[in-house]
C-alpha cells in the first residue's frame, strides 16, 4: 500500500442531480433542483481545492457528478450500486482506510456558505470525532479518525446520533459548532436564507 502525502481525506457524498433536492419539489421545478444542486456542488469542490495538505474526493453512484467532479479535479469513488447516504460514506470510510489515510471528514454538498477558515479550523482538530451540527442537529461536518472508528448515523439530529457513536466504542468526541456550517439547503426556509447570503442561488430560483 503506498501511504498518501496527506493524512486526511475530505469525502463529500452526492446523488445524481435529478434525485437531489426532493424536499424542495414543492417550490422548485425539477430542473431548478438540479440546477441548485449542481451550483452547491461547484461551489463545495471549489473550496476544496483552495485547501492544501488534504486530499478530497467524491463519493457518487452518478456519471454525471462524478464527470463534474473529475473536471474539478477531485478524485471520485464509486458507491455501490444498492445504496444509501450511510453505505456509501461506510463505503468511503473504507476506501480511505484501505489507502492509507489516518482520517476522513464527511462534508455535505449543499452548505449555504461554508467558510474556508471553519473548516480550516475543523481540520486542526485533533480529537478522534469531531462533530459540526446544522441548526437542526442534523451533521454538517463530520471529522473521524480513524476512517472507520465509528459506524455513520446519518438521519434527523444524527449530530447528537454521531455523539453517541463514538461515546459507545470509547472515542473522545467533541461538539463543534460553526455558524457558516449551521445552514444547509434542504427546506423551503433554508432555500429562502440561503438565497438571502448567496445572489446565485437568488438568481437560480428567481421566477422567469
Known amino acids: 500500500?503506498?501511504?498518501?502525502?496527506?493524512?486526511?481525506?475530505?469525502?463529500?457524498?452526492?446523488?445524481?442531480?435529478?434525485?437531489?433536492?426532493?424536499?424542495?419539489?414543492?417550490?422548485?421545478?425539477?430542473?431548478?433542483?438540479?440546477?441548485?444542486?449542481?451550483?452547491?456542488?461547484?461551489?463545495?469542490?471549489?473550496?476544496?481545492?483552495?485547501?492544501?495538505?488534504?486530499?478530497?474526493?467524491?463519493?457518487?453512484?452518478?456519471?454525471?457528478?462524478?464527470?463534474?467532479?473529475?473536471?474539478?479535479?477531485?478524485?471520485v469513488i464509486v458507491e455501490p450500486v444498492i445504496s444509501n447516504l450511510c453505505i456509501a460514506l461506510e463505503h468511503a470510510a473504507r476506501y480511505a482506510q484501505a489507502k492509507g489515510y489516518r482520517r476522513v471528514c464527511i462534508l455535505p454538498a449543499d452548505l449555504a456558505s461554508p467558510a474556508p477558515g471553519d473548516l480550516k479550523r475543523l481540520l486542526a482538530s485533533h480529537v478522534s470525532v469531531t462533530v459540526c451540527p446544522a441548526a437542526d442537529y442534523g451533521t454538517n461536518a463530520l471529522l473521524v479518525t480513524p476512517p472507520c472508528a465509528v459506524r455513520f448515523r446519518y438521519g434527523p439530529q444524527s449530530a447528537y446520533r454521531h455523539m453517541d457513536a463514538a461515546a459507545r466504542v470509547g472515542l473522545h468526541a467533541v461538539w463543534m459548532p460553526f455558524e457558516s456550517f449551521s445552514l444547509d439547503v434542504d427546506t423551503s426556509a433554508c432555500l429562502e436564507e440561503a438565497s438571502e447570503i448567496d445572489p446565485e442561488i437568488q438568481a437560480l430560483i428567481a421566477v422567469e
Open 1 to 75: 500500500m503506498t501511504v498518501p502525502c496527506a493524512d486526511t481525506l475530505i469525502v463529500v457524498p452526492m446523488k445524481d442531480m435529478s434525485r437531489s433536492k426532493t424536499r424542495l419539489q414543492g417550490q422548485l421545478t425539477p430542473d431548478q433542483r438540479a440546477r441548485l444542486a449542481r451550483l452547491m456542488l461547484c461551489k463545495t469542490l471549489e473550496l476544496l481545492r483552495q485547501l492544501e495538505g488534504v486530499d478530497s474526493a467524491v463519493v457518487t453512484g452518478s456519471a454525471g457528478v462524478a464527470a463534474i467532479a473529475l473536471k474539478h479535479g477531485i478524485r
